[in-house]
């Protein structure tokens, strides 16, 4: 869900170095005696549970409260600080096999090339958990055989998340009402970013073109993969027109041309880099954290053309772990309605339960830094916007990391669009 710059080998040469590098240091350690200890208890004997995650998931008191429930499990939280370190490490010790986590949580857009390898994780199916979640974000995570891989977190209806203070410095309305009517459609969206640099030159509209690109990605049903997942990505005008869309304003200063996630990216919050970014509910804890101390946020009702969901969060219990029940365990616990509106409450991440998204603690909830915008009624009016969840293949994740590579090679200027999209259409293919 995220862009990177990362070079441009594909995920499998990643993966086979990564694995082998895995297995070499596995051996080594084995010839040199061991690791001392059972990793997976702790010195008084108690089971010891490690959960990895990535960005903010809203886990730290809940995890807290689950520690202090039990008398024989001890849980700790390994986040990492992308999604990308998260995955590369997945990655690699899946196909080691060993050294995963007792719980790993996957990202939306890898999840179809992990469900080809759905031996790797423990069957989550309990009568316990029927009727938990979303029909979509279940039955996503259900094999044909009818194994249950993955317990849905969070999901990602977005909003625009805007500064009013630099607004207010451009002449435009601040109220999260008037600003809702400037973003109908990606066009009123950019023009009304066009009419902002002119008036406030030194700072960017939004925070990145791969992120701009993503939340437009999400808004097409298919665009890399068609629905039997055949690789359309070179021949689909949409996905052409998004590419020339964010790097054709990219030139016009729309853009930061920083590449999400990077340290200069999380800078720029603090440095007024930017004044509005596309704002699924996950993104609300992030940009809490990053801006620490920044006045001025707020989200608006209002998604350019008509209502998307980026990315969303699954919990798994790999199959390598030597506590698989007491994983399942918690992990049923972590996904349960009353932890997720929690979580929401503590980071933003918008629960994908039933139950949550009917709870009073949701719908009233109320964010203190964004100007006390009432985020959950926000985010649930964007998730019923949403019109369908668009389709991602198994080889969804590596082409969206060349779209993503070839947009920032643009910004960079070590590429022109034209020889950029060449490129991209390079990788399709041997991603193909």
Not at 14 to 41: I, M, Q, V, Y
Not at 271 to 276: K, L, S, V
Not at 341 to 355: L, R
Request: aromatic content about 10%; hydrophobic content about 40%.
């Amino acid at each position: 869900m995220q862009t990177s710059g990362r070079s441009t080998r594909t995920r499998r040469a990643r993966l086979a170095t990564s694995a082998l590098l895995a297995l070499t240091l596995a051996t080594t350690a084995a010839a040199c005696g061991g690791g001392g200890d059972d990793e997976g208890t702790t010195a008084d004997g108690k089971i010891k549970l490690t959960v990895a995650t990535f960005n903010e998931f809203g886990y730290e008191e809940l995890i807290e409260e689950y520690n202090a429930m039990q008398d024989e499990v001890v849980v700790e939280q390994k986040k990492a600080g992308t999604a990308n370190e998260h995955q590369d490490n997945l990655y690699a010790k899946l196909a080691a096999g060993s050294g995963l986590s007792d719980i790993e949580a996957i990202e939306v857009d890898w999840w179809a090339a992990l469900m080809e390898q759905s031996d790797a994780f423990a069957d989550l199916s309990d009568p316990e958990v029927e009727g938990r979640w979303l029909d979509w974000k279940s039955e996503a995570a259900t094999t044909p055989e009818g194994a249950l891989i993955g317990y849905g977190t969070d999901i990602g209806p977005e909003g625009i998340c805007y500064r009013s203070d630099l607004f207010e410095k451009a002449g435009l309305p601040t109220d999260r009402d008037e600003v809702a009517k400037l973003f109908g459609t990606w066009d009123d969206y950019f023009q009304t970013g066009r009419d902002f640099v002119k008036k406030v030159p030194d700072v960017a509209w939004y925070d990145a073109s791969g992120a701009t690109a993503q939340a437009m990605i999400n808004q097409v049903e298919y665009s890399f993969e068609d629905e039997d997942n055949t690789v359309i990505a070179a021949d689909n005008p949409e996905v052409k027109e998004v590419f020339d869309t964010v790097t054709s304003l990219s030139e016009e200063g729309l853009s930061t041309k920083l590449v999400q996630w990077s340290e200069d990216w999380t800078a720029s919050f603090q440095d007024d880099g930017f004044a509005t970014m596309a704002c699924p509910g996950w993104m609300l804890g992030v940009i809490e954290g990053n801006a620490d101390g920044v006045k001025g946020w707020d989200i608006a009702n209002v998604f350019p053309g008509g209502g998307g969901n980026w990315g969303g969060s699954y919990l798994t219990v790999p199959a390598q772990g030597d506590h698989i029940e007491e994983a399942k365990a918690l992990a049923k616990w972590l996904t349960a309605p009353e932890q997720q509106v929690k979580a929401f409450q503590a980071k933003g991440t918008f629960p994908s339960q039933v139950d949550a998204l009917e709870d009073p603690a949701l719908t009233g909830a109320t964010n203190a830094f964004f100007n006390d915008a009432p985020t959950g009624k926000i985010l649930a009016e964007r998730a019923e916007a949403v019109p369908f969840i668009a389709h991602k293949g198994p080889k969804f994740a590596d082409i969206n990391t060349a779209f993503q590579q070839a947009i920032q090679r643009v910004d960079e200027g070590k590429e022109s669009a034209d020889e950029a999209w060449d490129s991209f259409l390079a990788d399709v293919e041997r991603l193909g």
